[in-house]
């Protein structure tokens, strides 16, 4: 399938996750709709654009696994987070229950509002390597307390890339009264989702990073029964007593709309190309990688080798030592597109499978790395 991306093809991407790649015939789709734009402002935004953007949303709510106007959508996940983070109330002395694997502008968010409002942010330690759902859950919930306001939980981490069993913590949280936001930037289209299953009240995510929508396309989820909370980050006409959670949240003045109603080509392509079966193949490849890692390293993988665990992204540990060059050089001297980073003290490698990667792919980097760390 690497032909049916841009990529360059003399880079071994293994990057897909920092911030996707389209295919070419969903870049086509966005360039259609961008032309049609041009071709008659006028026209696009006063008499075309609500009737895409409710397809555009259908679309993607059946792919979703939930209505339509539980959805708005927005530039990326970033974006989702700070509606919810500005819409709720907080008290000074309330807390945000979180861990440590959260990613950065997430936490910049939640720590920007406690600064506003008195709120205290708190970061429960999720130790390496993870056993089981039940031993994730247990602990985690253990730093619940009563001044507990809201849990902000990572469906799939950013830095360690693993699969939080999220589905359970929602449901402890609604029992008790505890709103739940989930930043699911890196979980549409690497794992199946059922919005209405998991029952959050909050889920952001990306559209342009696993499901190859073009850059700029996002949305956010809220639960019917907590819409009336969401406030929108820019206040445009039709805002009013009367509006809607998806009516106040969708004009913002002008801006291009043309990533948002590319989406349904996104869908569509995933679909056409058996997506499942490009999902399975994918981790495939990072269970082996991780697996002839561990071999070369001794390192222990920072989870079992299951899809509850990862799925198409994994972060490898790699061996103590100055890697401040190390992702430089891969790119300089091996054309590998790759992050390599600090984490908690320890060093990682974390790999992206996309449907355009291949075993030959794992190959080069392996290669590289025993060239350039003492494994």
Request: proline letters at 6%; one cysteine or more.
């Amino acid at each position: 399938m690497r032909d049916l991306f841009l990529l360059d093809p003399d880079i071994t991407f293994l990057n897909h996750g920092s911030f996707g790649a389209t295919p070419k015939p969903v870049f086509e789709a966005y360039q259609h709709w961008q032309r049609e734009l041009e071709r008659d402002p006028i026209h696009f935004f006063g008499r075309r654009a609500n009737d895409l953007l409710d397809a555009a949303r259908a679309k993607l709510g059946d792919y979703l696994k939930t209505q339509a106007d539980n959805l708005i959508f927005v530039p990326n996940a970033t974006h989702g987070m700070n509606i919810i983070a500005r819409s709720i109330k907080f008290q000074p002395g309330d807390e945000i229950l979180s861990t440590n694997h959260e990613y950065g502008a997430v936490n910049s968010s939640w720590n920007f509002m406690c600064k506003q409002t008195g709120a205290v942010m708190v970061h429960r330690p999720v130790d390496l390597p993870v056993t089981t759902a039940e031993e994730f859950i247990e602990n985690f919930w253990a730093g619940v307390t009563p001044r507990t306001k809201i849990i902000s939980l990572s469906h799939i981490t950013s830095p360690t890339a693993l699969i939080f069993p999220i589905e359970e913590i929602c449901r402890r949280a609604r029992e008790a009264g505890i709103l739940t936001f989930i930043d699911g930037a890196h979980a549409p289209g690497q794992i199946d989702l059922d919005l209405e299953a998991i029952g959050a009240d909050f889920y952001t995510g990306n559209c342009h990073k696993w499901m190859c929508a073009p850059k700029g396309s996002g949305f956010l989820y809220a639960r019917s029964d907590r819409q009336a909370m969401v406030e929108p980050l820019v206040v445009s006409p039709p805002w009013d007593e009367e509006s809607t959670f998806v009516s106040r949240n969708t004009w913002q003045g002008t801006r291009d709309l043309s990533a948002f109603i590319s989406v349904p080509a996104a869908i569509d392509f995933m679909q056409e190309n058996n997506w499942g079966e490009v999902q399975k193949r994918c981790h495939a490849l990072a269970s082996d990688l991780r697996g002839r890692m561990a071999d070369m390293t001794g390192l222990t993988p920072r989870s079992p080798d299951s899809e509850e665990w990862f799925g198409q992204m994994i972060a490898i540990p790699l061996p103590e030592g100055d890697i401040s060059d190390l992702g430089k050089r891969l790119w300089e001297d091996y054309k590998i597109e790759v992050p390599i980073y600090p984490w908690q003290g320890n060093n990682q490698v974390r790999v992206s499978f996309q449907a355009y990667n291949t075993i030959e792919d794992s190959n080069r980097l392996v290669q590289a790395l025993t060239a350039l760390v003492p494994l």
